[in-house]
């Protein structure tokens, strides 16, 4: 069975820094892009960031281009994301998910964590 | 800056067929890479519904179809029941590794 789960969500100030993890199982993490998606409070849905399978490719949003990494250790089914210089609107849950391969170059998210909180808040 | 447009809260009777779509402030979809459909309940985890290239993600009923209509893709419901309120989201393709999600649709069933 396919899992994400996400950990590393927490309240930070404004500046200030934190990592996320998603430590992924039931399948395997080299075999697929991954990414990170948010959802500030009562707000929809925000691509973050896309990692290619061996880490050789990442595209992000432009709201968080400079201040975000995304990364990925598949040897220990882990995905990451670096923030710093956290802004009051970088708060919200960010999901770890998975792009899954339908045919050709045809892809779909198809699983997600259950989302970890991060509060930017002095 | 282009942005991902979808329809404001829409409602369907029970029974009834809506067809939810998704479009790009400009420019044109990506047909490499089509745009997928996504539902989200309050306090849930997002979950894949269909792709426009009309795959229905495992389990879920045929009563939901993608496809694209002109220069904007669709969510299709057929037969719609009360358990299909929820917000969905399109999510496109707009080249360079980026991608978007659109603002989403609020769905009542009544």
């Known amino acids: 069975e396919v899992e994400l789960v996400e950990s590393g969500g927490g309240l930070v100030q404004p500046g200030g820094s934190l990592r996320l993890s998603c430590a992924a199982s039931?399948?395997?993490?080299?075999?697929?892009?991954m990414t990170w998606v948010r959802q500030a409070p009562g707000k929809g849905l925000e691509w973050v960031a896309n990692?290619?399978?061996?880490?050789?490719?990442?595209y992000y949003v432009d709201a968080v281009k400079g201040r975000f990494t995304i990364s990925r250790d598949n040897a220990k089914d882990s995905l990451y994301l670096q923030m710093s210089s956290l802004r009051a609107e970088d708060t919200a849950v960010y999901y770890c998910?998975?792009?899954?391969?339908?045919?050709?170059?045809?892809?779909?998210?198809?699983?997600w964590g259950q989302g970890t909180l991060v509060t930017v808040s002095s | 800056q282009t942005v991902v447009t979808q329809e404001p809260p829409f409602s369907v009777s029970p029974g009834g067929t809506v067809t939810l779509t998704c479009g790009l402030s400009?420019?044109?979809?990506?047909?490499?890479?089509?745009p997928s459909w996504y539902r989200q309940t309050p306090g849930q985890v997002p979950r894949a519904l269909v792709s426009?290239?009309?795959f229905r993600f495992s389990g879920v009923p045929d009563r939901f179809s993608g496809s694209i209509l002109g220069n904007k893709a669709a969510l299709t419901i057929t037969g719609a029941q009360a358990d299909d309120e929820a917000d969905y989201y399109c999510?496109?393709?707009?080249?360079?590794?980026?991608?978007?999600f659109g603002g989403g649709t609020k769905l009542t069933v009544l």
């Open positions: 998910a998975r792009w899954g391969l339908i045919t050709g170059t045809t892809y779909w998210i198809d699983y």
């Open positions: 039931g399948f395997s993490l080299g075999s697929h892009w």
């Open positions: 990692i290619k399978q061996d880490g050789s490719a990442k």
């Open positions: 400009s420019g044109s979809l990506s047909t490499d890479h089509p």
């Open positions: 426009t290239a009309n």
């Open positions: 999510v496109v393709y707009l080249g360079s590794g980026i991608w978007m």
